[in-house]
């Protein structure tokens, strides 16, 4: 791609270097250790499933009760079950929700715990192939009906059935991508909810059944529309892994996914956070699911013009992350944000600057921008012109996804006409200007490419900063979002556990091959 | 004094609305849109645009024109502040003049709420909007707890460390669930017996003043309010009770 903004490539390999070199020692604890959350999220993989009659889900039964095993990994103890009952995963998970100790059970030869193993992740194997085949099948079909950007936009009525609804409304007026947004603090819920629900505080809990329903909506009005329709959760919180697992076998499109959202912005330990984004990653890779990092969230915690940085350096970290979990740069959807205070004289231009910086850095990568939140305000009519600007420098730097800015993002979660009406102004203006990006040049030495230029520089300087201090010891000081996180602290520390010498899980050993790794 | 809506001529009564209902988008559905309007208390009614959200839901923008009319002296309402609110340098002044020492503030976004928008734009630093946050003010110590915090961890680290007042933040209101969330801190306050230690304030997009006293708080915050307001409600409430 040639640099419109004149930036240095030099200075961009730099970054990526010092990214690398930042990664380097996280990636060497990641691989000594595992989570209970990694090893439950193996568990479904294999086909755990269902809950106890008191609702405690399977995979959690079967972990905790093999709790001083977990530096073995818990896979042989399910396998030999199996083994040793003759069941299917469906009958054993029936019997462990009723009761049965797994732990209790003798271990069956491990040959033969491998030979079944082989089995399982060549069924999970066969599971997420289809997946891919359908949904690059359907793309294919549909490709001329595709935008770019992809529109995006949320439902969250706490209700998935209610959700059904305005996700088909949504789509039939021209979303691309639909995201049903979590209940508040699932990501702190150290399991995963179960079955379909119709209860939840500013969102809908993320359950594999809830999943189900909501693909199966959106595959039915795919003729309809003419276009495939993209499903976006949340791998994220306390239970990263064990989400991507399901959201790969429910043929998820999108996760978001960061690799340390939960760490600054829900307190969740360091090292947990870093083990499980780990394999969450490996998962969404093979099954081909696009993540949605979260520095959108940097924004609004920190100023937008001084802390722009940031928000590169984060993008160049998660993209290491997740090269590192063997994932192709087609499938990382690098997150971004337009929230200049809108009073600031020139704001436009460092948006246009940033943006398009984010887009040179990045080109092959489906980049996620995201809308101003933080100064909307209850003048809902200024607001869908703050959303109309935000859409026209969308449009106007080639981002890929974006999340359609709601004109009551600062009153409620959003009415079914709210949804309409971004629609709407995002249609009315990136057709209007559908050709200007390829118009557009930027005047060397002008206030945008200067803009963009100070970004990538403070950029580097922050990443060597880090890489002086280390990640742990970087965000232990405050360096990200002025977040300071002890690396003790946080929730779900407890659940980290050292790999033993006799460590064995086959769905890492299958996924680390398919992803060459 | 009696006033109506103002369009474009004194007491016309012009209203602009827009909703949704559940029906298909034809002819049908615009007159019953102008006649839901009507049935509201409009004396008139024009539906000005009707599209199809979906197979079963059409959106409409109507105007329309009341008869209604308020009378403006009788409104009853009070501000936590009111007109007479300190900048920044006056609370600093203020608190080293009648006090002579630091004022304590601890601030939190309570219960599952994880939207730390609103106690960020109070508290950090920075503040919002060009109002400086507590945080930058000299003369308070300001402690920031982050989102999702027990109303019991709350109360104990503001026992820790000795706070005067309390901030609490609640931006999300599905199904009431602010509501309980601030009910239930002063429930707690008062069953430890620690609801006169503290100046308690509520604040949050949805927030009123009128509400968070209903349900116990000295003051309630809503959309607009900065730290300069906040900051000269805590020290003139500070200052009446040492009177008292």
Known sequence: MKSKLGISAAKIAKARRLAAQIAAPVQKFIAGHTTTTVERATLRLMGADMVSSGGVPVPNIAVDSLRDKLSGGVSRWYISALLKTGKTPQELNADIAGGLDISKLPLADFSAIKKAASGLAAQFDRKVSAHVARRNGRLNRYRKNAKSPLLYVIVATGNIHEDVKQARAAVLQGADVIAVIRTTAQSLLDYVPFGATTEGFGGTYATQENFKIMRAALDEVEPQAGRYIRLVNYASGLCMPEIAAMGAIERLDMMLNDSMYGILFRDINMYRTFVDQNFSRMINARAEIIINTGEDNYLTTSDAVEKAHTVLASQLINERFALNAGMEKRFMGLGHAFEIDPSLKNGFLYELAQARLAREVFPEHPLKYMPPTKFMTGDVFKGYAMNAMFNFVSKATGQSIHLLGMLTEAIHTPFLQDRYLAVTNALYVMNAMDGLAGEIEFKRGGIIAKRAAQVLDETVDFLEQTAETGLFGAIEKGMFADIKRPKNGGKGFDGVVEKGPDYWNPFEDYLKKELGL | ?244
Do not use: W
Not at chain 2, 83 to 98: C, G, P
Not at chain 2, 113 to 123: E, K, L, N, S
Not at chain 2, 186 to 205: C, N, S, T
Not at chain 2, 227 to 239: N, P, Q
């Open chain 2, 1 to 244: 004094m009696m006033v109506k809506a103002y369009g474009d001529t004194l007491n016309d009564g012009s209203v602009q609305l827009s909703f949704t209902l559940p029906v298909k988008c034809s002819g049908k559905a615009k007159e019953a849109a102008r006649l839901y309007v009507l049935k509201l208390g409009f004396r008139e009614c024009q539906i000005v645009e009707a599209a199809p959200l979906s197979d079963e839901f059409t959106f409409f923008v109507a105007y329309g024109r009341t008869d209604a009319a308020i009378d403006y002296d009788r409104v009853d309402y009070t501000d936590a502040v009111g007109e007479d609110r300190l900048s920044m340098d006056e609370v600093n002044a203020f608190i080293r003049e009648k006090f002579k020492r630091h004022v304590v503030v601890v601030g939190a976004c309570t219960g599952t709420d994880a939207h730390t928008v609103g106690i960020d734009a109070i508290m950090n630093m920075k503040g919002f909007n060009h109002h400086f946050g507590l945080e930058r003010y000299p003369m308070i110590e300001a402690h920031n707890m982050g989102a999702q915090v027990p109303n019991e961890k709350l109360i104990e680290f503001a026992l820790q460390v000795n706070a005067d007042a309390l901030l609490v933040s609640q931006v999300v209101t599905q199904k009431e669930v602010h509501v309980r969330n601030l009910a239930n801190l002063i429930e707690l306050l008062e069953a430890g017996h620690l609801r006169d230690k503290f100046i308690v304030i509520a604040g949050g997009p949805r927030i009123s003043n009128k509400l968070a006293v209903e349900l116990g708080y000295d003051a309630g915050f809503g959309s607009g309010a900065y730290a300069d307001d906040v900051a000269t409600f805590i020290v003139k409430k500070m200052e009446e009770s040492i009177r008292r």
